[in-house]
Each structure stands twice: as C-alpha cells, then as structure tokens.
C-alpha cells in the first residue's frame, strides 16, 4: 500500500511511546486480577456449571471462578484452557467437559502452546494461556508499527487505533484465540509465498476459518497456469496440517459430525438488520443529553456505534479497491465473513469486534496512506467503537 499524500514524517519514537503506552494499558490488567492463589486466571472467564463436569486435573488446580450468577456458565477461553491440559484429547471426559467437543478440539494451537509453555503444570499452563494473547500482541505491535511507520501522522494515529481496538480488548479479555489467529494471518500476508502459508497453516490451528487468508496469498498474475500451480502448492501448505488434526479430532470423538461454522453465519446483513432493529428499542435507555459520556459506557449506545464503525470500515474498503494488495485482500474477505455473522452472535455485539479485526486493521491502515480530505471523518466513523472498549477493559480487570 503506497501512500497517496504527504502529511509529514512522525518521529520513530512517537511510535515507540503509543506502543509502550498501549502495553502498559494491557500489563495492568494482568497485574490487577492477579493473585497468588489464582494467579492470572481471572481471565479464563471460567464458569462453575463446566468446572464442575471439567477433567479431574482441572478441577483440581486452583483457578478464579466467577462468583456471578450470570457468570456461572463461563466462556469460550476456558475450554481451550482445558484442552491445554490434555492437548492430545486423551480423557473420555471431554466429551463432557465442554459445550462442543469437536468444535473446540480443532483450534488446539494455543492449547499447546500454553502446555509446551507451562511445561505440562496444570497451574502453570492454565496461567501461561491467559497470557498468550499479551504474547501474541507485542508482537502484534511491533508488526504494525513497520507497516503504519511509513505513513507519518495519519499513521501514528491509525496505529495507536489499532493496538486497543474493541477486538483486541474482547479477545484478551476473555483469553480467546481469534487475536492470536488474526496476528499469525497478517504475518501470513506480509510474508507472503511459502513462508506466508506456513504460517497461516498455524493460524488455521487455532481458529479454522483463518483458512480463509489465502484469499491473501494467492497470485492474480499471468501465466495463468504457473499462477494455479503455484496458488495450489499454497493452498496443500495452509489446509493438509487443519485436515490432518481434524481427522485425529474426529477420531478421538468418534467421527462425530463437524460443524464448520459454528453456528455463527446466516446470509449476508440479516444478522446487522435484526441487531440494529433490536437497538431501536434498547437505545431508549441512552441518555442522549449526555451522549459523549454515554460513547464511554452504554452497552446499548456502544452496539450501534459498532454497525457505524465496521460497516464504515467496509465502505471504505470497498471503495478503495486494492487487488493487488494482499492486506486489502485479506480485509475483503474478513469483511465478506463479518457481514454474514449470525444475529445469535450479533446479540452480544462485543463478542462481534473481534470477527472484524481484519477490517479494522486494513481500513487504517489503507486510510493512513490518504490523508487528504475526509481523513479525520472516516477516522472518527471507523473508530468511534474504541473508547468503550478501553472503559470496559478497566472495570473488569479490576
């Protein structure tokens, strides 16, 4: 992506300071929540009704547990949690211990990573896969910081938008492996060729529709028939090691059915129309006199700045057509997988920020590459979701 204007170079440093700034946002979190008992698990979000069916060894270490009645069913970071404790899916109980075995089974790559990093102690490797996502953003930030580096202001800006996006703040909140999975695809795609899809290959190990990145590597040049060999070797790289562990995963459960989306896709914009019909209603309880604070804390305010935002974002994609970019490419396909999430995802629109980190990367960075006229008002639009974000990441690490 080629910058289409000038608005002046911005110190190496300035960068160095909103990313050290932004980390040490994230560190305090973990140094909040952390305790000699439970260490850092509090970001597990592990619930009682699945600890109490859980494995004997993850019953057994010590691990927070949310208190709340509405919390006692947990979320998605504590069955990858538990995976890591038996990362080849060994125990029968399995079966049981998660809502959907075969689902959560096939994205084991952090599971082992959190084993291999805690050396196989249950209360290790439960405390080091809390931590994979800070892990997987420093590198993040430093990956970002040489493709918005080049892009003076306008890229300071859209990097400091980038690393606390709404997204990022849900998937380390909640321990989840769609930030760790989205790092590995932009690798994928700046790396490009075989190294890219190695990589990808990774990343679809821990969320399978990161396979979807190949939209990313595949050569759109003549000759058309070394292009298609060439686009088939990528594609035998990315998807034979998915292909190999969803069979062993299949094995392990019986060649029990796969569901590969999930549950989560519907065809295309119904899921934003029934949420946005849902708003009409619920963003009555907004105090509109007192809207730029409400921006900092109404859930409700804060789902329609959502739509504003990423729909914003693929407008902006959309009319700045890239096809020879592989970033732009990897956005649009992001952006085609993010306007068909279903309206059951969609009713916890904060769960939804993190399916849009593709589009919310691209589109600042492709919009720091013009800063022109309209610059600040794309910006505002595309990012008026953050600030909730940021808010809500302070009050439940605390």
């Not at 911005?10 to 952390?34: C, Q, T």
């Not at 592990?46 to 547990?65: H, I, N, Q, S």
């Not at 686009?231 to 590969?260: C, E, S, T």
């Not at 109404?298 to 700045?320: D, F, I, K, N, P």
Request: contains cysteine; glycine residues 10%; hydrophobic residues 50%.
């Amino acid at each position: 992506m080629k910058a289409a204007g000038s608005n002046g170079p911005a110190p190496s440093w300035s960068f160095l300071l909103v990313g050290l700034a932004a980390f040490a946002f994230l560190l305090s979190g973990y140094i909040r929540v952390w305790t000699p008992q439970y260490g850092i698990t509090k970001f597990l979000l592990a619930g009682r009704e699945f600890d109490a069916r859980g494995l004997a060894v993850y019953r057994a270490t010590p691990k927070y547990l949310d208190p709340r009645p509405e919390g006692r069913w947990g979320f998605d970071g504590q069955f990858y949690a538990e995976l890591a404790l038996d990362p080849l899916l060994r125990d029968p109980q399995l079966s049981l211990a998660m809502d959907g075995p075969v689902y959560r089974s096939r994205r084991i790559l952090l599971s082992w990573l959190a084993w291999c990093g805690g050396l196989g102690r249950p209360f290790w490797v439960l405390n080091v896969y809390a931590a994979l996502n800070l892990v997987f953003w420093v590198g993040y930030a430093w990956l970002a910081a040489r493709l918005f580096r080049p892009h003076g202001w306008a890229g300071l800006a859209g990097y400091a938008a980038v690393l606390l996006t709404c997204g990022i703040i849900e998937c380390v909140h909640a321990s989840l492996a769609d930030f760790p999975s989205f790092v590995l695809m932009l690798a994928a795609a700046v790396l490009g060729g075989t190294g890219g899809a190695s990589v990808l290959a990774l990343a679809t190990l821990a969320r399978e529709t990161s396979v979807l990145g190949l939209a990313a590597l595949v050569e759109l040049a003549r000759p058309w028939r070394e292009a298609l060999g060439r686009n088939l070797r990528l594609g035998v790289i990315v998807v034979v090691p998915l292909a190999l562990w969803m069979g062993y995963v299949l094995w392990r459960f019986h060649f029990k059915q796969i569901d590969f989306a999930g549950g989560n896709l519907e065809p295309p914009l119904r899921g934003i129309v029934q949420a946005l019909g849902e708003l009409t209603v619920t963003l009555g309880r907004v105090r509109w006199s007192r809207w730029w604070f409400e921006i900092y804390k109404s859930y409700e305010l804060h789902g329609l700045l959502t739509v504003v935002s990423v729909v914003t974002q693929c407008a902006y994609l959309a009319l700045h057509r890239e096809w020879g970019s592989r970033l732009w490419r990897l956005a649009a396909i992001g952006a085609l997988y993010f306007l068909c999430i279903g309206y059951t995802t969609w009713k916890t629109h904060f769960t939804v920020t993190r399916h849009a980190l593709p589009v919310t990367f691209v589109f600042n960075l492709l919009l720091a590459t013009r800063p022109g006229r309209g610059w600040a008002a794309w910006f505002v639009l595309g990012n008026c979701f953050v600030p909730y974000g940021l808010r809500f990441f302070l009050l439940t690490s605390g």
